[in-house]
């Protein structure tokens, strides 16, 4: 398969269900934000974490590709026959689990903190707010444009980076600058 197929020199792209639309389409900037998502966390994987959070990571990373293609399936054809562009109840219930397991190591938050720290904790902050902004993307479809456990799992997954980068930050050392 060649990476590039000309197919998209208009300016248009397929949806799963084969619907050609426009490459600006909320639609595709909604699964565009998801993918960038994806690979800051790949950036915060690059730059060295712990094999814990490197297994979080991966699993979040295929996670997002789930939500992408959840978000180019308006039909909801793909999901039923493709098992892993399913997200559920069960993906929901492993990201609060893993922020309860994550902020056991942690401090009480006081006040609000700088984002930054370490390199990773730095790209796990942005990754949160690109997820956030992925968040806003998806909502502003409406509430019948896709599956409403999309919205839950990007919600839920900017709170678990939020303290996924403290814990990056806290098990290498680095205090957290309080506003």
């Known amino acids: 398969m060649k990476i590039y197929t000309k197919t998209g020199d208009q300016g248009e792209t397929s949806l799963?269900?084969?619907t050609r639309v426009s490459k600006a389409d909320p639609r595709v900037d909604?699964?565009?934000?998801?993918?960038?998502a994806n690979a800051w966390l790949g950036l915060a994987r690059a730059e060295?974490?712990?094999?814990?959070i490197g297994g979080m990571l991966d699993q979040l990373q295929r996670d997002l590709f789930a939500a992408g293609s959840m978000l180019?399936?308006?039909r909801h054809k793909i999901a039923g026959r493709v098992e892993k562009a399913l997200l559920g109840d069960a993906d929901i219930e492993r990201l609060e689990?893993?922020?309860?397991?994550?902020?056991?190591?942690?401090?009480?938050?006081?006040?609000?903190?700088?984002?930054?720290?370490?390199?990773?904790?730095?790209?796990?902050?942005?990754?949160?707010?690109?997820c956030r902004r992925a968040e806003r993307r998806v909502i502003s479809l409406g509430p019948d444009a896709m599956d409403r456990i999309v919205v839950i799992f990007i919600n839920r997954l900017s709170d678990l980076l939020f303290v996924m980068a403290r814990s990056v930050n806290a098990r290498a050392g680095v205090t957290e600058i309080e506003w």
């Open 30 to 36: 909604a699964y565009g934000e998801v993918d960038e």
């Open 72 to 74: 180019a399936d308006p």
């Open 97 to 130: 689990g893993w922020i309860d397991q994550l902020e056991t190591g942690l401090p009480p938050l006081r006040r609000f903190i700088l984002a930054g720290g370490t390199r990773a904790g730095g790209a796990l902050h942005v990754a949160r707010t690109v």
């Open 48 to 52: 060295g974490v712990d094999p814990e």
């Open 16 to 18: 799963f269900d084969g």
